[in-house]
């Protein structure tokens, strides 16, 4: 299996600019809409994964719709964990995620497309319930990486939001090259 060049960048600077790749602006969302962007954000993975496609890597470098659906997924999952210690916890650090190790540890690339496109509509619903029941004096708290890189756990929601849109823009289009 060709295997993805890790991607080590650090994407917290789409807390502060528009990403040029997806169109994603954080200065668009509020905490008001940030639970019903995140559960749009689970819809359509479905129709996306029962193409012929779904399975292909449009180039060796860059994940099929599939693998990144089963990134997602995961994505999902680790950040409704880093939300609850948040919300639970005095200032956490949050356990290290590669996700080209979990990417390459849970063998995203021999899942099932339809399997995955169930998974990754919950694990997304999740997150999106688990930010609906963010209440006004929690939104501030904060937690942190072992990187030094600060959240809130309304900033965690933002970043994560703009993984999973970013990845569904990623799907839907096609991209012409790994990113860089
Ligand atoms: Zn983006």
Redesign the pocket.
Known sequence: MTSIEPDGKDWTW?LDRR?D????DPAGVTRATLADRLAAGAAGWHERLVADDARRRPFPSVWSPTEYAAHVRDMAGVMVGRLTLILTEEDPSFADWDQDAAALAGDYASEGPGEVAAQVGSAVGELAAAYAAVTQEQWDRPGRRSNGSVFTAYTLGVYAL?DL??HV?DVRHHPGAPRS
Do not use: A, N, R, T
Request: hydrophobic share 20%; proline share 0%.
């Open positions: 789409v990403c790749e997806c169109g994603f703009h849109e970013h823009h």
